[in-house]
Nanobody, 122 residues
Framework: QVQLVESGGGLVQAGGSLRLSCAAS????????TGWFRQAPGKEREFVAA????????YYADSVKGRFTISRDNARNTVYLQMNTLKPEDTAVYYC???????????????WGQGTQVTVSS
């Protein structure tokens, strides 16, 4: 069992940066790959980024490639999403999720956090 808590969301102007954190409980966190997804009002939840359990492999949606960076600190049981050059279309609730293997579909993940709101103003 893994419990996930996101933090770091907020309101930022276009072009700005935010760093999201996902703190996990449980000693087995390092056995899980982790992903970030987002959901804007009226839209389906979409994949943003994922990282393997070792941290050596990362995956990104085309829409965020080059702007967002996912990383993990297994000693702190935490995964991060550094978001730079934010755009208004990045506005959404951001969720972290955990699974035995990294994937790009929401159905690949077994455990989810409650989400953190990111709002980018133009």
């Amino acid at each position: 069992q893994v419990q996930l808590v996101e933090s770091g969301g907020g309101l930022v102007q276009a072009g700005g940066s935010l760093r999201l954190s996902c703190a996990a409980s449980g000693r087995t966190f390092r056995s899980y790959a982790t992903g970030w997804f987002r959901q804007a009002p009226g839209k389906e939840r979409e994949f943003v980024a994922a990282i393997s359990l070792s941290g050596y492999s990362t995956y990104y949606a085309d829409s965020v490639k080059g702007r967002f960076t996912i990383s993990r600190d297994n000693a702190r049981n935490t995964v991060y999403l550094q978001m730079n050059t934010l755009k208004p279309e990045d506005t959404a609730v951001y969720y972290c999720a955990a699974a035995r293997e990294a994937g790009t579909k929401a159905s690949d993940y077994n455990y989810w956090g409650q989400g953190t709101q990111v709002t980018v103003s133009s």
